[in-house]
């Protein structure tokens, strides 16, 4: 009997070993493996950038691999494509210029431009030795006790591609493009620019002598106006400089967003007054001597306090500033339009800002401020009047693009029939037709060729079998008729298209292809292929390919898309906890759709032992139905989060390898907000959150996503006065119920998210007795910048800890930053 006791107990014992979950080390090695430095060596060119010339249909791009960088000129007529140069030969060139040893497969050339004749490329090399500055000699005379001021020697280069003739050019100019306070007319005769907040010019050949030295005292400068104060200025308002900054650079010149008339005898431009909007602050704690304070101004949702912007006209003929009577609604928004919104596809060194329209005519938008109200106006400088050209009407917040205005047609892009979609109107406002329709989103304007009557845009969702989100070009007349597909294929798209609308460069993959790029016509006739991104040194370290899914979202019925990442060690025998990268929109989803090698917050975040998901809500991306995009509207906080739910409810469901009860959750700004708000209404699912620069409290976030995305009730009363009523449910009202892990992290000087928002979380929780962790990164704007690294392995650590289960504490020393740093000193 005592033996069959004993033997009972040594089997109770057994099997209580077994019945012990596995506790599993966090693979710290891996995540390493592919730090930003490491892919920086692993993966290099991943897209053709075309640089398509004026005079012809050729363009040229760069390319990098393993093996170097390589220059190539393609002409789409011919079916050509060429080295530029011989890279060898052209480092050989070069070095008996520069003395500076170079070869082909570490050549570094900068600036590469064609010259107007098209034949003709001009470059930089940065040198070595260092020299005095080129203009020493005026700066010495101007100012004799000025000290010997060094640089790195730059050589400009002139390469004929015709006869492969390398030419040093020693009297080069300095580049006028790096004036970034000089707003230059189309024939460069006029410089706008502000200065101690009023409004100035100047000519060109006075610019000229600011090119080469921005102190010249001999410099002539006309100014235009004198009511200019802080906060009600001309130009712009140096927005991130800490007070001291602000003080020592009030002296320089600053930029004026002014838009051209294509004569430049005119302009027009804003001019928003601040004065009455509240301050806020954020201080530089780690500056020397002292720390010091950043000011700025900062409109919150619902206050009254809001800016003011005026639109202004200018004539240098009548020496007239105007301020245009285009009060619509109360505390409006102004957008006013320039003709170069559309990216242009060519190398110009001087791209003039002009408005849109003609010498007689300029276009804005005006919108109320709960945007439920958009009105597409013309200024009419005959009549010197606003005419209202287009409306639009919603019952929550309008999207809207530019219009594109032709001699005598609009194109305008809405929302009305509750899918993005063009529409052609006659340049009196009228309505001529739809020109696209259908359960599918457009999402922009290519180009419109209006010679040929064809409008070229981009649009997602129209190809049935296909991910919504996948991108193509499509094209279609504006006389009405079908759509025309250009770059078929289910992969997402990126569509480069020529300024004649002849031909485009198409890049297209997956997250689980490799990139490849081609040369098509226009229409979508594929000319020749281009570049196949070569992976084998990625895959040799042991990438593999994320894993795209849908589901369903907790009403059983929208569909949704995300992104599955494993560790790349994966067994599938294991039990994974599973991580959710989120990030709720409305202005995008946090879902890569074509491959990338940004691995930080997915790829490597599952190498510590993870299986990592990102993945789409309804109110999430504007890509889709504006229900679908609207989804949110008036529900900010909580409106995604059943979704993030239901997805590893059903992920779950259909793989034995993930483990719903260690559900974690990561998201940054948006996503740090969500991220908080999961584990506060779905306590008993959600058991670990990383929460970084979190918008908690969106009362103190900026009023124009706020008040767009979850909306801002205008009441008018009996007097017929204005107010606006804003409320919104807060991270801080729900910190009784946290259960779970959860980490915050803001960067202290983050002047977009205040971390006033991550404070008030923190105060609510330790008000309410909860344990949680707080990491401030000092001096940090809201990317975190050279503090992101450190970031990624606290986090690391925290999940490592808490869902693993790993409690082994990691040395003091982060190993896996400091081993890819030279030790120099």
């Known amino acids: 009997m005592k033996h069959t006791l004993l033997a009972f107990a040594f089997l109770l014992l057994f099997q209580n070993a077994f019945s012990q979950e596995q506790v599993y080390s966090g693979n710290y090695e891996l995540a390493a493996r592919f730090s930003p430095e490491k892919m920086k060596k692993l993966v290099f060119s991943t897209r053709v950038d075309p640089h398509w010339l004026k005079k012809s249909d050729r363009f040229w791009y760069e390319f990098e691999t393993s093996n170097g960088k390589n220059w190539y000129i393609v002409d789409p007529v011919r079916?050509?494509?060429?080295?530029?140069?011989?890279?060898?030969?052209?480092?050989?060139e070069i070095m008996k210029i520069t003395k500076d040893p170079v070869d082909g497969q570490h050549l570094?050339?900068?600036?590469?431009?064609?010259?107007?004749?098209?034949?003709?490329?001009?470059?930089?090399?940065?040198?070595?030795?260092?020299?005095?500055?080129?203009?020493?000699?005026?700066?010495?005379?101007?100012?004799?006790?000025?000290?010997?001021?060094?640089?790195?020697?730059?050589?400009?280069?002139?390469?004929?591609?015709?006869?492969?003739?390398?030419?040093?050019?020693?009297?080069?100019?300095?580049?006028?493009?790096?004036?970034?306070?000089?707003?230059?007319?189309?024939?460069?005769?006029?410089?706008?620019?502000?200065?101690?907040?009023?409004?100035y010019w100047m000519d060109k050949e006075n610019f000229l002598k600011a090119v080469k030295d921005e102190k010249d005292s001999t410099i002539v400068e006309h100014q235009l106006t004198e009511d200019g104060e802080e906060n009600f200025e001309y130009g712009s308002s140096g927005r991130g400089e800490d007070n001291e900054e602000t003080e020592k650079n009030k002296d320089k010149r600053k930029r004026a967003g002014a838009y051209w008339s294509s004569d430049s005898k005119q302009f027009v431009m804003t001019r928003t007054d601040q004065r009455k909007v509240k301050d806020l602050w954020v201080i530089h704690s780690t500056k020397n001597p002292r720390p010091t304070l950043e000011t700025y101004k900062y409109a919150m949702p619902g206050e009254k306090e809001q800016p003011i912007t005026y639109l202004l006209h200018y004539s240098f003929d009548t020496e007239e500033l105007s301020n245009l009577?285009?009060?619509?609604?109360?505390?409006?928004?102004?957008?006013?339009?320039?003709?170069?919104?559309?990216?242009?596809?060519?190398?110009?060194?001087?791209?003039?800002?002009?408005?849109?329209?003609?010498?007689?005519?300029?276009?804005?938008?005006?919108?109320?401020?709960?945007?439920?109200?958009?009105?597409?106006?013309?200024?009419?400088?005959?009549?010197?009047?606003?005419?209202?050209?287009?409306?639009?009407?919603?019952?929550?917040?309008?999207?809207?693009?530019?219009?594109?205005?032709?001699?005598?047609?609009?194109?305008?892009?809405?929302?009305?029939?509750?899918?993005?979609?063009?529409?052609?109107?006659?340049?009196?406002?009228?309505?001529?037709?739809?020109?696209?329709?259908?359960?599918?989103?457009?999402?922009?304007?290519?180009?419109?060729?209006?010679k040929g009557r064809k409008l070229y845009f981009v649009a997602n969702?129209?190809?049935?079998?296909?991910?919504?989100?996948?991108?193509?070009?499509?094209?279609?007349?504006?006389?009405?008729?079908?759509?025309?597909?250009?770059?078929?294929?289910?992969?997402?798209?990126?569509?480069?298209?020529?300024?004649?609308?002849?031909?485009?460069?198409?890049?297209?993959?997956?997250?689980?292809?490799?990139?490849?790029?081609?040369?098509?016509?226009?229409?979508?006739?594929?000319?020749?292929?281009?570049?196949?991104?070569?992976?084998?040194n990625l895959f040799a370290t042991g990438y593999q390919f994320p894993e795209p899914f849908t589901f369903k979202a907790?009403?059983?019925?929208?569909?949704?898309?995300?992104?599955?990442?494993?560790?790349?060690?994966?067994?599938?025998?294991?039990?994974?906890?599973?991580?959710?990268?989120?990030?709720?929109?409305?202005?995008?989803?946090?879902?890569?759709?074509?491959?990338?090698?940004?691995?930080?917050?997915?790829?490597?975040?599952?190498?510590?032992?993870?299986?990592?998901?990102?993945?789409?809500?309804?109110?999430?991306?504007?890509?889709?139905?504006?229900?679908?995009?609207?989804?949110?509207?008036?529900?900010?906080?909580?409106?995604?989060?059943?979704?993030?739910?239901?997805?590893?409810?059903?992920?779950?469901?259909?793989?034995?390898?993930?483990?719903?009860?260690?559900?974690?959750?990561?998201?940054?700004?948006?996503?740090?907000?969500?991220?908080t708000a999961a584990m506060l209404v779905y306590p008993d699912f959600f058991k670990v959150a990383v929460s970084s620069a979190g918008n908690h409290d969106n009362s103190v976030y900026n009023r124009w996503w706020s008040e767009k995305h979850h909306g801002v009730k205008e009441q008018i009363n009996a007097k017929g006065d204005t107010t606006f009523i804003y409320q919104i449910d807060k991270n801080p009202e729900l910190a009784k119920n946290l259960k779970g892990r959860l980490m915050l992290s803001h960067g202290s000087t983050d002047n977009n998210v205040h971390p006033a928002n991550t404070t008030r979380m923190a105060n609510a929780l330790i008000k309410a007795g909860k344990r949680f962790e707080l990491v401030v990164l000092p001096d940090q704007r809201h990317g975190y910048g050279d503090m992101t690294e450190y970031f990624f392995w606290k986090m690391g650590d925290y999940f490592v800890q808490h869902l693993l289960g790993d409690n082994t504490p990691p040395p003091v020393d982060m190993v896996e930053m400091q081993r890819d740093k030279p030790l120099t000193k």
């Open 325 to 450: 009577p285009v009060g619509t609604f109360k505390d409006q928004s102004l957008n006013v339009y320039n003709s170069n919104s559309l990216e242009s596809s060519r190398d110009d060194d001087f791209r003039p800002v002009t408005w849109l329209g003609d010498m007689d005519e300029f276009y804005f938008a005006v919108t109320s401020r709960d945007l439920k109200r958009v009105d597409i106006c013309r200024w009419n400088l005959k009549t010197n009047e606003k005419e209202v050209v287009i409306e639009e009407r919603s019952n929550s917040y309008i999207d809207f693009l530019k219009p594109e205005i032709l001699d005598n047609e609009i194109i305008w892009w809405s929302e009305r029939d509750g899918w993005g979609h063009f529409y052609l109107y006659g340049k009196d406002g009228s309505f001529k037709r739809q020109l696209t329709s259908g359960a599918f989103h457009t999402d922009r304007v290519a180009r419109v060729d209006e």
């Open 108 to 199: 570094k050339l900068e600036d590469l431009k064609f010259l107007e004749d098209e034949n003709t490329i001009k470059f930089k090399v940065k040198g070595t030795e260092e020299v005095l500055k080129k203009d020493w000699d005026e700066i010495k005379e101007k100012n004799k006790s000025a000290k010997d001021s060094l640089e790195k020697k730059t050589f400009v280069f002139h390469y004929d591609i015709g006869n492969q003739q390398l030419t040093e050019i020693t009297d080069a100019p300095k580049d006028p493009e790096r004036l970034s306070w000089a707003n230059i007319a189309p024939d460069s005769s006029k410089v706008l620019f502000a200065k101690h907040n009023n409004l």
């Open 461 to 536: 969702g129209r190809e049935e079998g296909e991910d919504p989100y996948y991108e193509h070009l499509y094209s279609v007349t504006l006389d009405g008729g079908a759509i025309s597909l250009l770059n078929s294929g289910d992969f997402n798209h990126s569509s480069e298209i020529n300024d004649g609308a002849t031909f485009f460069v198409d890049n297209y993959s997956r997250v689980n292809t490799v990139p490849v790029a081609v040369l098509k016509d226009k229409s979508g006739n594929k000319v020749m292929d281009l570049e196949t991104v070569d992976l084998s």
């Open 79 to 92: 079916k050509t494509k060429n080295q530029l140069f011989d890279t060898d030969k052209l480092a050989m």
């Open 554 to 675: 907790d009403d059983g019925i929208t569909d949704l898309y995300g992104v599955m990442y494993k560790p790349f060690d994966f067994d599938s025998t294991r039990k994974y906890p599973i991580i959710e990268y989120v990030y709720p929109g409305p202005q995008t989803e946090a879902v890569d759709k074509a491959f990338s090698a940004r691995l930080d917050r997915t790829d490597r975040l599952a190498q510590f032992g993870f299986v990592v998901i990102t993945l789409g809500n309804r109110g999430g991306h504007p890509g889709r139905s504006k229900w679908y995009h609207n989804y949110g509207y008036g529900d900010l906080r909580d409106y995604g989060l059943a979704d993030k739910k239901a997805a590893v409810e059903q992920l779950a469901d259909r793989y034995d390898f993930i483990d719903k009860s260690k559900v974690g959750i990561h998201g940054h700004s948006g996503g740090g907000f969500m991220s």
